[in-house]
């Protein structure tokens, strides 16, 4: 079992910077894949970006490329969104989700563990 938190968002102006945590419980945390995927009013939950493993394979929705980086500290437990040069678009609830595998999911349906969500608003 994983248990998975979020932290870091907030409200902020057009071309500012957040950084996201994924924090997580279990002691084999360095066995899962994690994703962010967020999710507007409306909209259904869009994946952002992922990692594997140990940090080497990374994917990103083409419309972060660039200004999104994700990485993550397996001694800490904990996987990072850097969001950079945000966009109004960027405003949804953010999620951290993870599964234990050696393949990187894009999509939300294999990951087996979520968060609870942070909010992300982004004013232009």
């Known amino acids: 079992q994983v248990q998975l938190v979020e932290s870091g968002g907030g409200l902020v102006q057009a071309g500012a910077s957040l950084r996201l945590s994924c924090a997580a419980s279990?002691?084999?945390?360095?066995?899962?894949?994690v994703g962010w995927f967020r999710q507007a009013p409306g909209n259904e939950r869009e994946f952002v970006a992922a990692?594997?493993?140990?940090?080497?394979?990374?994917y990103f929705l083409d419309s972060v490329k660039g200004r999104f980086t994700i990485s993550r500290d397996n001694a800490k437990n904990t996987v990072y969104l850097q969001m950079n040069s945000l966009k109004p678009e960027d405003t949804a609830v953010y999620y951290c989700?993870?599964?234990?595998?050696?393949?990187?999911?894009?999509?939300?349906?294999?990951?087996?563990?979520w968060g609870q969500g942070t909010q992300v608003t982004v004013s232009s």
């Open positions: 989700a993870a599964r234990r595998t050696g393949y990187v999911p894009t999509t939300p349906v294999p990951f087996d563990y």
């Open positions: 279990g002691r084999t945390f360095n066995a899962y894949s």
């Open positions: 990692v594997g493993w140990n940090g080497s394979r990374r």
